[in-house]
């Protein structure tokens, strides 16, 4: 069985680079020709290191990018950085931090006399605030593609850009979208179309996976009865065999589609999508892969999954009632630590609107605004 090599993706910059680094640290004017050069030719040059030591699928280093998730900011319009007292902090507690303080403080001491070295300043505490309407800019993107595509020529290696998670930006303060006002009147459109549903069917908006390991696959019925006529079927986890270029989870692709009702204990779902096409090289995807029932349909709520997304709410815990104003109580995840959109629910019990009823892992019943069907990384 062949094992191919990768890593996480960033690698040490150069000094050269680092220059270049430490002068936008500072704010300082620079030579961008020079630095257009600079990271062209530290890319060639990472990529081909990595292709001499053996690594099967390489990155180009995040080069381009001077921090694993603020160098996003730079490329968006609609957010701007504000300050903050000295020693507070945005971010969630790190449950890596609490399990190992003793390598973070070496980490950070560390970092801090590289920053030093490099003359670059220690970043002053801030936060990022979204004010206007978020535009992106591919400048950057299409720059560190085209380096990329230019160092892999001639190589017998596969590649792969990191990027950072959308829901990685978590902390990204707002003061611009999703009010509540606007929640309502999603949750009131989406009301309107009880009368395109079938009689008693709360309507929803939510994604979805199903998590039924049956080999058989999970009956999508007529009508949210078990002994309703079957539509058609939803397939077991598929397990893709592609000679090692597959991204199969452990456990395989799970079949994912939109919920749009609720009733009974039953969930309407339409738009499954084949297992783990989303996920792979489209290219590469076999065309004999199974075939999800595709339209509209009910599949027993207990053979639903689903992870957390940000619903723009209140983290930590679930709340009481279908709305953001409802009692709140604390919640678990499973890995530890307070809910977050880092994982799913337990389990998946009923829907109203963009909310689900859950029941988290510590086994707190409650709502969660927003679950999404993201198999490889959180949902923003």
């Not at 090599?5 to 961008?32: K, N, Q, W």
């Not at 504000?82 to 070496?106: C, H, K, M, N, V």
């Not at 009147?185 to 309507?203: F, N, S």
């Not at 065999?241 to 204990?265: A, H, Q, S, V, Y």
Request: with cysteine; net charge negative; glycine share 10%.
């Amino acid at each position: 069985m062949e094992i191919r090599s990768t890593h996480v993706g960033s690698l040490i910059r150069p000094p050269e680079l680092l220059v270049f680094e430490a002068a936008m640290g500072r704010g300082e004017a620079y030579d961008e020709a020079a630095y257009a050069e600079t990271l062209r030719t530290t890319v060639a040059d990472v990529v081909a290191r990595q292709d001499q030591a053996g690594i099967d699928i390489v990155s180009d280093g995040e080069y381009g990018k001077a921090n694993w998730i603020s160098y996003l900011y730079d490329r968006i319009s609609g957010v701007e950085s504000r300050a903050i007292p000295a020693g507070e902090t945005r971010l969630p507690p790190s449950r890596d931090r609490i399990a190992f303080p003793g390598a973070y403080a070496q980490h950070d001491k560390e970092f801090g006399r590289a920053l030093r070295e490099a003359e670059v300043p220690m970043p002053a505490p801030s936060v990022w605030v979204c004010t206007d309407p978020v535009t992106y800019d591919r400048t950057a993107l299409d720059r560190d593609i085209d380096n990329f595509k230019a160092a892999l020529q001639g190589k017998d290696v596969e590649g792969f850009l990191p990027v950072v998670a959308p829901a990685s930006t978590y902390w990204l303060e707002n003061e611009h979208y999703g009010t509540e006002e606007e929640f309502d009147t999603l949750h009131k459109a989406l009301a309107e179309k009880r009368a395109m549903l079938p009689p008693g069917t709360e309507p929803c908006s939510l994604g979805a996976w199903s998590a039924d390991r049956d080999p058989k696959g999970l009956n999508v019925r007529a009508e949210p009865s078990a002994t309703s006529r079957v539509l058609g079927t939803l397939p077991p986890p598929y397990r893709l065999r592609m000679g090692g270029r597959e991204n199969t989870p452990t456990g395989g692709w799970l079949t994912d589609f939109r919920i749009i009702g609720f009733k009974d204990g039953w969930f309407l779902i339409e738009g499954a999508k084949p297992p783990g096409q989303d996920y792979e090289d489209e290219t590469q995807y076999p065309k004999n892969a199974p075939k999800p029932y595709a339209g509209r349909g009910w599949v027993a709520a207990n053979k639903v999954g689903a992870n957390y997304a940000n619903g723009g709410t209140r983290m930590g815990g679930l709340f009481q009632a279908p709305h953001a104003d409802a009692k709140w109580t604390p919640a678990q995840r499973k890995l530890g630590g307070t809910l977050d959109t880092d994982g799913g629910p337990k389990r998946v019990l009923a829907c109203s609107g963009h909310w689900g009823l859950v029941e988290s892992e510590d086994g707190v019943r409650g709502w969660w605004r927003a679950l999404c069907s993201n198999q490889v990384t959180n949902c923003s």
